[in-house]
C-alpha cells in the first residue's frame, strides 16, 4: 500500500470510505490523549494496526518514521477519547414511545430472566446517529418490566444487524428490586396494610424463585428443562451478573443483603440515588454502582439541592466503583448528552478524567468487558473519538472523527442533515 500522510482526520476519514482498502496501520500524533484511567498524553503517538490499539506513548522529542506506517494523521490541538459505554438504556430497543408496536424493550409476566434484548436490537434505529455524534459509541441494551425483566447485551452502534453489533451477548439479569413501602399522605391505615401485603408477596415471590433457580442450578439431574431457571444458570456460577435496580437508601441495604443471603457473585447496583446515605455500607459490600442521572432532582424536599449533582465526587473519594448512567424519561434520547452528564459531575468534585472514566473505563470494568473497551490501551479494540475540544463540555464538544474497532464510522445524522439543508436553503453558508 502506498504511504500517505493526512493533515487531519477528516482526510482520512473521507478517503478511507471511498479507497477501497483501508489503511491497516495508522498512526495518530500529537493529540492530546485521555486514556481513560486517568492518565494523560499531552502530545500523543497513537497507533492502531487493524482493530486493535497497537501502541499509545508520549511522543515528545520523539522523531517519528513516517514510512513505518501506512497512514500517519496530524491531529494537532485535538483531542482523543476511548469511545463512550451508554450503560443501562434502552437505546435500539424503540422506534417511537407513542406507537406500543414499536416498543421492544418490555415482556408481560413479572420473572423473565429468559428474555433477551439482544435479538430486539435495532441497528437502523433512528435515533442511534445522533448518539455517535457526541461520541457514544456502545451501548448496553436493557429490558424494562416485571421483577425480573430479562438480560441485557453490550452493543457497538454500528452495524447491518444485531449479530455484527453484539460486543457481549447476555451480559447480566436485571432485577427491579420491590420498592420499600411508605405511608402516603391522607391514605388509611387499610391501604397503607394492603400495599404492605403486597410488597412482602412480591419479596416472597423472588426470594422463592432464587431459591428454586439456584436449587435448579445445583441439581445435577433435571427431570425437564426450565428455560426461565436456565437463564439464571450463570448468574448462580459468576459468569454473569446480576443487575439489580433500587434508588431508596433502605432498598440498597435490603439488596445488599439479598445478593449475600443468595450469594451471588457478580451483583451490581442500578441507580442509587441515595446512596450518598449509605456510603460506608456501600464501600463495605464491595458492590460497584450504575449510578443514575447527574441532572437531576433529589428525592426528598429536605434533601440538599445539589447532592445528585456531588454524589460522583462522594463515591470517587470512597472508592466505590462506579459509572453513569440515564435511566428515566426519554433515556434513548437523552444518551447523547451522556458526557455532559459526566462534565456536570466535574462542577461539582469530580476531575475532568474522573468524570470520564465514569463514561468509559469504570463502565466497561462494572460489565466484565475492560479487556476489549473502555480506555486508549495496548490491545484492546481501537474504538475511540476525536474532539475538536473538551467532549465533555456542551460548548466545545465537537466529534470531527470516530473508529469502532478500527473502522472509521459517519458521524452524521437526520439533524446534521436538516442543519446543513437550511444554510443551504437560505444561503447561510
Known amino acids: 500500500m502506498n504511504k500517505h500522510v493526512f493533515v487531519i482526520a477528516l482526510s482520512f476519514f473521507s478517503i478511507s470510505l471511498s479507497s477501497q482498502k483501508k489503511p491497516d496501520h495508522i498512526a495518530f500524533i500529537n493529540a492530546t490523549a485521555h486514556i481513560g484511567n486517568g492518565q494523560v498524553i499531552e502530545k500523543s503517538l497513537f497507533v492502531i494496526k487493524g482493530d486493535k490499539i497497537e501502541s499509545i506513548m508520549d511522543v515528545t522529542g520523539i522523531k517519528l518514521n513516517p514510512a513505518a506506517f501506512d497512514t500517519v494523521i496530524d491531529l494537532s490541538d485535538k483531542h482523543l477519547y ?7 438504556n434502552i437505546l435500539g430497543l424503540h422506534d417511537a414511545e407513542a406507537v ?27 435515533i442511534i446517529p445522533t448518539v455517535k455524534t457526541n461520541g457514544v459509541l456502545y451501548t448496553q441494551v436493557t429490558p424494562r418490566g416485571g421483577l425480573i425483566s430479562g438480560s441485557s447485551s453490550i452493543m457497538a452502534l454500528e452495524g447491518w444487524n444485531w449479530e455484527d453489533a453484539v460486543l457481549k451477548a447476555d451480559d447480566g439479569i436485571h432485577l427491579d428490586f420491590p420498592l420499600s413501602i ?6 388509611s391505615e387499610d391501604q397503607f396494610k394492603k400495599r404492605q401485603v ?3 408477596s412480591k419479596m416472597e415471590e423472588l426470594n422463592r424463585f432464587f431459591e428454586d433457580a439456584k436449587a435448579y442450578h445445583n441439581s445435577e439431574i433435571k427431570a425437564e428443562t426450565n428455560l426461565r ?28 443483603a439479598f445478593v449475600q443471603h443468595h450469594n451471588i457473585k457478580l451483583p451490581v447496583l442500578v441507580g ?28 426528598k424536599e429536605d434533601d440538599e439541592v445539589d447532592i445528585v449533582f456531588k454524589l460522583p465526587a462522594l463515591l470517587q473519594k470512597d472508592s466505590i466503583l462506579f459509572c453513569l448512567q440515564l435511566e428515566g424519561d426519554m433515556e434513548a434520547m ?18 475532568k478524567e474522573q468524570a470520564l472514566a465514569a463514561i468509559s ?48 464510522i459517519q458521524l452524521n445524522n437526520k439533524q446534521s442533515e436538516l442543519y446543513i439543508r437550511y444554510l443551504n436553503k437560505y444561503k447561510l453558508r
Open 100 to 126: 406500543r408496536a414499536t416498543l421492544d424493550f418490555s415482556e408481560v409476566g413479572q420473572l423473565n430472566p429468559h428474555v433477551r434484548a439482544l435479538i430486539a436490537y435495532n441497528t437502523d434505529n433512528l
Open 272 to 299: 442509587g440515588k441515595e446512596a450518598y446515605k449509605v456510603l460506608n455500607e456501600l464501600k463495605r459490600s464491595g458492590i460497584p454502582l450504575m449510578l443514575n442521572r447527574v441532572n437531576d432532582l433529589p428525592t
Open 182 to 187: 411508605e405511608a402516603r399522605t391522607n391514605e
Open 361 to 408: 473505563l469504570n463502565a466497561a470494568k462494572i460489565m466484565g468487558v475492560s479487556t476489549l473497551i473502555g480506555s486508549l490501551e495496548d490491545g484492546k479494540l481501537a474504538s475511540f473519538v476525536v474532539s475538536d475540544g473538551d467532549l465533555l463540555d456542551i460548548k466545545s464538544n465537537l466529534v470531527i472523527f470516530a473508529c469502532i474497532a478500527g473502522n472509521p
Open 198 to 200: 403486597q410488597h412482602a
Open 82 to 88: 476511548p469511545a463512550l459505554i451508554n450503560a443501562n
Open 229 to 256: 431457571f436456565e437463564a439464571m444458570k450463570n448468574v448462580f456460577a459468576g459468569k454473569t451478573r446480576l443487575y439489580v435496580h433500587a434508588n431508596k437508601a433502605k432498598d440498597l441495604l435490603k439488596v445488599i
Open 334 to 351: 437523552q444518551s447523547r448528552n451522556l458526557p455532559f452528564n459526566a462534565g456536570n459531575a466535574v462542577a461539582y468534585g469530580l476531575s
